[in-house]
């Protein structure tokens, strides 16, 4: 016993210190010769009388038991323990005493309470990078509606002049110029908005027919037809999945030249996860341009490049992956992959 960490003393059935090891004097600051044949009070246990009575009625049934207590020093300081307290019986079954093992918690305690100021520490960061973000969305809400006004203004006059001066190429042609930036900031503040989204909304069941027919709807006319194959369909994403079904018919429309149609469906895959597939019979995208896809600001045609940078952006908050993999000249096709935990599909005959 004396070779031992922890601290050992034994107490008799009038709990008086009949054991004690050489962790024990380290522990509590007393030799064996102070304390042994005296009372176990001695030590200054920090225990109400009730607990005390409780522990002597369970080590008489038998039952070991554990506690955390805070014990008094021999030079007045204090520390915290766990004491395992265990029954001794004689060759005849008769109680005779117990057992403690004490082990000094003072490192776990203090880790415990540098871990509580840390906690409470990122909670108000928490909190404060919270109120901030709410500030900034604010602040570039107001910023947005106010700039989207003055730009409005610019786009009205710019009209009426060209108007006025139509048979003057050159100021019809800078006029356009200047529509056309305006047209170009309104997209970045469309961007804004739509950036400042990503992850805030709490991702619920999204009928995926019924997004991808609203994405449809938001253009006036288009000179391809888009099939819509989700029937029955439900992932976990949230409102700007509309977004993104619109970003890839934007694309088409913009980039696919001699597109004639468009397909939005799914196919289930053995493992139980499902691909969400965009495709198109256009011009594709080049092998080249294909490394720099995702990538912000990225533009083969004079846009912002904003649409596909944010695509992916929703796609990782949505904990799916995405890739294109068309062949150039025959069309763009940009796979989804949805793990199965984040899909449900309502079995429907599809064609009707």
């Keep these: 016993m004396d070779h031992i960490g922890q601290a050992v003393m034994m107490v008799d059935t009038n709990r008086k210190i009949c054991f004690?090891?050489?962790?024990?004097?380290?522990?509590?600051?007393?030799?064996?010769?102070?304390?042994?044949?005296?009372?176990?009070e001695t030590l200054g246990e920090i225990s109400s009388k009730d607990?005390?009575?409780?522990?002597?009625?369970?080590?008489?049934?038998?039952?070991?038991?554990?506690?955390?207590?805070?014990?008094?020093?021999?030079?007045?300081?204090?520390?915290?323990?766990?004491?395992?307290?265990?029954?001794?019986?004689?060759?005849?079954?008769?109680?005779?005493?117990a057992t403690t093992i004490a082990t000094d918690i003072t490192e776990q305690k203090q880790t415990e309470r540098d871990l509580t100021l840390a906690l409470e520490s990122l909670s108000f960061n928490l909190d404060k990078i919270?109120?901030?973000?709410?500030?900034?969305?604010?602040?570039?809400?107001?910023?947005?509606?106010?700039?989207?006004?003055?730009?409005?203004?610019?786009?009205?006059?710019?009209?009426?002049?060209?108007?006025?001066?139509?048979?003057?190429?050159?100021?019809v042609d800078g006029l356009e110029k200047m529509a056309q930036a305006v047209d170009d900031s309104m997209k970045i503040f469309d961007f804004a908005k739509?950036?400042?989204?990503?992850?805030?909304?709490?991702?619920?069941?999204?009928?995926?027919?019924?997004?991808?027919?609203?994405?449809?709807?938001m253009f006036s006319s288009l000179p391809f037809k888009v099939v819509n194959d989700c029937l029955g369909l439900t992932v976990r994403a949230d409102s700007l999945l509309r977004q993104l079904v619109y970003n890839f018919i934007d694309n088409t429309r913009k980039y696919g030249q001699k597109t004639t149609i468009a397909r939005v469906h799914y196919e289930k895959l053995s493992?139980?996860?499902?691909?969400?597939?965009y495709e198109d019979d256009g011009m594709g995208i080049s092998?080249?341009?294909?490394?720099?896809?995702?990538?912000?600001?990225?533009?083969?045609?004079?846009?912002?490049?904003?649409?596909?940078?944010?695509?992916?952006?929703?796609?990782?908050?949505?904990?799916?992956?995405m890739t294109e993999v068309g062949e150039y000249g025959k069309g763009a096709k940009f796979v989804i992959t949805i793990p199965a935990n984040l899909v449900s599909i309502l079995e429907k005959n599809k064609e009707n």
């Design 130 to 171: 919270q109120e901030l973000n709410e500030k900034l969305r604010v602040v570039g809400g107001l910023t947005r509606h106010d700039v989207r006004n003055k730009l409005s203004t610019v786009t009205g006059y710019s009209y009426l002049l060209k108007k006025k001066h139509l048979d003057l190429v050159d100021v």
């Design 287 to 321: 092998s080249e341009n294909k490394k720099q896809l995702f990538k912000q600001g990225f533009s083969t045609g004079g846009s912002t490049g904003f649409g596909l940078f944010l695509s992916m952006k929703m796609i990782e908050v949505y904990g799916w992956t």
């Design 271 to 277: 493992a139980g996860d499902l691909q969400l597939i």
């Design 20 to 40: 004690w090891n050489k962790a024990s004097e380290k522990l509590y600051g007393w030799t064996k010769e102070e304390v042994l044949g005296h009372e176990v």
């Design 51 to 97: 607990d005390e009575e409780t522990t002597s009625r369970k080590l008489m049934a038998g039952e070991s038991w554990s506690t955390e207590l805070v014990v008094q020093r021999k030079d007045g300081s204090f520390v915290p323990v766990i004491a395992n307290r265990t029954p001794v019986f004689d060759y005849t079954g008769a109680y005779v005493g």
């Design 194 to 217: 739509a950036y400042e989204q990503l992850g805030v909304e709490e991702l619920v069941d999204v009928d995926v027919e019924k997004v991808v027919g609203e994405a449809i709807e």
